[in-house]
C-alpha cells in the first residue's frame, strides 16, 4: 500500500470549522464548493485533475472545433480568494465510514461530512475487445486523443496507394445513438462534407462513410419523438448512415461486428453506447444498486451513514419517479448539489432537512451546424432556432467570461469559414527519465 | 531497413513539373513553399509535424500564456487551393544526391529541386546528465511539456509537509541568456510574483528562486550594451537572480552544479543554452562546417551539388561577415527563402542566379509585462514603447487572421487581468493499445 497513506494531508489550513470533503469536481462537486465559498463550512475539494471540464463540449474537442482549455477551467482560479475552501489534485481511494476518514493518494483526512460526486466512466459492457480497441470520449484528454487519433489516420491514410487499404482509416463508425453519439455523427459528417476534402485533395471522400449505431429502436431514446424523428432527418440530410436496433458484437480494431448486418471497416470506433458510476473501496454491498449507483435517500444521504452524502451519476434515490436513477445529465447533479449546500447549513444548525426533487428543465441536442432538437417542458422545437438556443444555453452554462468570450469567437469564425482551425496533432512530449535515458543511448550509439 | 523506402510517396498528383522538395516547414521551408504557389513548380513540403511552429512565443506557452494552437499552424489549411503543393507529414531519413533521390519515412520521391531547412535542435555539449534530466524549449511539444512540468511540481509541491523538501519543486533554474532564457526568466518571474500566491495560498513563495545563468559575462549576447543592460535590470526587478559568466557543470535532476558557486537545489532546469543543426544522412563530411552547419555558396547552393540547396539554421556561407553562420533567427531562413524562390524561378529560366544577402531588420526580447528592448539599425530603445513595438511586430508575424486576433485578446486578456489562465495540466490520453489491454487487465484482476 502507498506509504503516503499513514500521513494526514498536509499544509491544509486549521480552521476549526465542520469539514467538508468533497470527491470530485464535475458538476455536482464544483457546485457545492461554490456554494459553500466563504461559509462557516472548511471545505476540501478532490479531484483527479487541476480543473473541471465541460462535458457537454466534448465533442467540439474531439472534431477539432474547440480548443481543450476553452472547456477546461483550472480548479485553483475558481477558488482564488476563498480560504475556506482547498483544493487538491489527489485520487481517493477508499472511505472508513465509521472512522470517517477518507484514504487518498497524497495522504488521508478526517471528515466530518464526506460527498462523493465522482461521476461515470465509459461502459463496455464486459466487452474486452471493444474496451482494448476501441476510444471512448469521457474525458477532455480522451476527447483530444480522438482527435489526434482521426488526423493520425488520415495523414497515414494518404500515404497508402490502394483504395481498399485506405477506407478502414477514413470510415468513422459511432457507436450509441445518445446525445454524445448524435452530435459526434454530425460533426464527424461535416468535417467530412467541407473541410477534409480541402485538407485532403488526394482522397476520395464519396465512398468515406460516417455510421452512427444504435442498439435501440431509436435515437436520443429520453427526448421526445418530434426530437428523434428530426434528429434522425438532419443525420441523414448531413450522409450519416444511421443504423437504429443494431448491437456491435465485436471488434477487433479494423472490423466492427455487427448482429445480422455486414460488418464495417474502420479504425476509428468511438464508443458513447453507455457508462457506469465511478467506485470507491470501503462500502458494503448493500449500499449499491444493481447497476452500480449508489443507494441514497431523498438527502442524497447514504443509508445508515448520515455525514456521507453521494451526488449525480453515481447515486441512486429508490422507490421513486426513477428506478434506476435520475437521469446521469448535468441538471440533476447541479440541482442535487444545490438542494445538498441548503441541508449542510440546515444540519449544523439543527433544522429539518429537505428533500431533493427534479426540475426537468428539459434536454436538447446539436446535429450539426444550424441543425439542433430542443425538448423544453412546455414546448419543443428543432432546426435553427433550436440551434440558436443549443448556443445559448451552452454559452451561457460555460464557466468564466474568457472562456465565454473565446468560445463565442471561435463558434462565429468556424461558422463564418466553415473550418475548424484546429487540425493539429500535438502532444505534449511527456517521456519518462528512465525512457528518455534510453532514447538518448540509442540515439548516440 | 523500413520496408516503405522501396515505393514512391503514392498519391502525389503528377504535374509534369519541376519538381520541388522541401525538407521542413519552419520559417524558411515555409516561406519558400508559399512563394511557389500556383508557379510552374510542383512543391512537395514535407514536415515531422503537420503544423508549422511560431517559435518566438514557446515561452508564452510554457508559461501558460497561450495555447499551442494559438502558435501552431495547420500546414493543409496554408495551402488549400494550391495544387501545385503537397503537404506530407513524413520524417526525411536519407538524400543519394547522385540519384536525386530523397528517402522518408513513407516512401521515396526524385526531385529536381532538393532544399533543405531542417532547422537546429537543443544542443547539450555533449553532457549526458543535463541532456537527461533538463528540459529543452525546441518545439511547441517541449513548450506544453515544461508547462505540464511545472504545474505537476506544484501540485506536488504542496503535498509534502516540509520546506526543505519542497523547494527543489519550486524553484526554477534557466540555462541560457539568449532571447529564449530571457523572456523564460521574466515570464516565469511574474508567474511567481502575481499567479502563484494565489493558485497556492498554503505555499510560501518568498524562498523560492528563479535564477538565470549564461556562461558568458552578458546576457543578449547578440544585442547591444543597451539592450544588454536593460534586459538585466528589468529582470533584477523582476527579482530574478541572475548568474553572469557561469557554466552549469552538472545536474542530477535534484541540484543544479556550477562552477566556484553554491548548487542549486531545482527539480526544473529549462535548458536554452544552446543549439545545433539538424541532420540528414547521405553527405560526406565536406558538406560540413565544424559546428555541423552544410556550407552553401551564396545561392545557398551546396558545394558541387547544383540542385541541392540549404536554408536558415542549417547552412553556413564561409568567407563572409559571419565565419560561423549568418544568426540562427527567423529573418535569416526567410529572407534565404525569399531570394532562394528568385533563383528558382531564375534556374529554369537559364537565367543568372543572384546572391543572398543578410540585411539585419534588428532584434528585440521582451522581459515582462510592459518591459522590453529593441535594437533596431538605426535606433535602439527600451521600456513599455518596446514593449509594445516586441507586441505589434509578433502580432503581425503570426500567420492568419484568426490567430492574430486570438493572440491579441488574450494577451489584452492577460495584461487587464493579470492572471494567464491556462494553468492546466491536460495530456491526450494517449496509450499504446498493448499498454492499454495490461491496464484493463490489472484493472479487472
Redesign the interface.
Known sequence: MNP?LD?P?????NLNLPKVVIVGAGFAGLKLARALRNSDFQVILLDK???HQFQPLFYQVATAGL???AI?F?L??IF??T?NV?F???EAERVDPVAKRLYTD??YIDFDFLVLAMGADTNYFGA?NI???SSPMK????A??I??KI?SNY?RA????KMEDRKSLMNMVIAGGGPTGVELAGAMAELRNNVFP??????SFKNMKVVLIEAGPSLLAAMSTEAQSHALAYLKELGVEVLLSTKVQDYD?KLVLLEGREPIETQTLLWAAGIKPNRIAGFDQIHYAGNGRMLVNEYNQLFGLESIFVLGDQCLLPGGEFPKGHPQVAQVAIQQAKNLSRNLFRLVNGQELGPFSYKDLGSMATVGRKLAVVDLPFIKFQGFFAWLTWLFVHLMAIL?M?NK??IF?DWS?NYL?F?P??????????VR?SE??EL?EEKSS
Chains 1, 2 share one sequence.
Open positions: 503516503l500521513q494531508i498536509p499544509n491544509l489550513p485533475n487541476n480543473y480548443e481543450p482549455s477546461a483550472p485553483r482560479k482564488h480568494g480560504p482547498s487538491r489534485m489527489a497524497i495522504g474486452k474496451e482494448y480497441y474525458t477532455v484528454s480522451e483530444l486523443y482527435r489526434n488526423i495523414e494518404i500515404t497508402i496507394s480541402k485538407d485532403y485533395p488526394e482522397l480494431g468564466g474568457k468570450l473565446f469567437l469564425w469559414s473550418d482551425s484546429l487540425r493539429l496533432l500535438i502532444k505534449p512530449k511527456y527519465a528518455r535515458k538518448i
